[in-house]
């Protein structure tokens, strides 16, 4: 999978790719710039392709590629494709070089192969995105705790309780109250996020979530991803500024059975938070 590329001298790409067995990868594809390359068509951002590499002392060197699957059809519109890059700066951002995880190869094949199948109107690319988000934290060990108090260890009840993104998961109102930093998180919140990392995305595809549920879980997992990060993805701030532009958030559904958002983009994030600059 081609998560990243980036031109060099005249001629040449960088690639940086991701394989099911021997994990991150950064290559050289020489003269893959030029219009009479055969290798230029074949690598294309976030392609699933096969590559034949030659081992060098810097960048190996693709010496022959095949694209297995293009989807072009998420190609075809902006949104489309902020959502493909997203996912591929998650995993390039989450990965170190050599690292093998197929697990997460096949989350992140999986979630192109949905992009890609999904109507470009349909209600669920957004969801899909959360559940990639969450599956790719619990594959990098990164998972925030949403069943057990961080405090008591107490199981969490479906009350208002508290996250903690720093302490990476949810207090109950005993222990919560007493945190700095905490914040309220409702019962319906923490129950989608619970959902989410449970289930399977087959069993998910038929999931309708009201507006403000979708933006306080999409509020949720942004600033927890900025908080293990330390930083923001340029992708991620991108999908944003789109939605913006449209003035729209595909993430709900038309015929959501929960109230609308109160015209908040976003549920109001903690004081401290860098991402409230772009809130
Ligand atoms: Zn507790």
């Not at 095949?66 to 494709?81: A, D, K, P």
């Not at 991620?236 to 003035?247: E, H, K, N, V």
Request: aromatic share 8%; glycine share 6%.
């Amino acid at each position: 999978m081609i998560l990243r590329r980036r031109s060099y001298s005249d001629a040449d790409r960088i690639l940086t790719v991701f394989t099911p067995r021997l994990g991150k990868r950064v290559l050289i594809a020489k003269g893959a710039r030029k219009t009479t390359s055969r290798k230029a068509g074949h690598l294309e951002l976030f392609s699933h392709a096969n590559l034949l590499v030659a081992q060098a002392r810097t960048w190996d060197i693709v010496t022959e590629t095949v694209t297995v699957e293009s989807f072009l059809n998420l190609r075809t519109n902006l949104e489309g494709i902020s959502r493909a890059a997203y996912i591929c700066e998650l995993v390039d951002a989450f990965t170190a070089e050599d690292d093998e995880n197929e697990t997460l190869w096949e989350l992140l094949l999986l979630c192109l192969r949905e992009l890609n199948a999904l109507p470009e109107s349909a209600p669920q690319h957004d969801l899909l995105l959360r559940w990639f988000e969450l599956h790719l934290l619990f594959q990098m060990g990164f998972q925030p705790e949403l069943f057990a108090c961080l405090g008591c260890g107490e199981d969490l009840r479906p009350v208002l309780n508290f996250l903690h993104l720093h302490a990476g998961g949810v207090f109950c109102p005993d222990c919560g109250r007493a945190q700095q930093g905490a914040e309220p998180i409702t019962a319906q919140t923490l129950k989608v996020l619970r959902h989410l990392v449970r289930t399977q995305w087959e069993s998910l595809r038929e999931l309708r979530l009201g507006h403000s549920t979708a933006l306080a879980v999409e509020s949720v997992l942004q600033r927890y991803l900025v908080t293990v990060l330390e930083r923001r993805l340029k992708s991620a701030d991108f999908i944003f500024r789109l939605r913006q532009s449209y003035g729209t958030n595909d993430g709900a559904a038309p015929n959501a059975t929960e109230s609308s958002a109160d015209g908040q983009d976003y549920p109001p994030a903690p004081a401290d938070s860098s991402y409230k600059a772009i809130l």
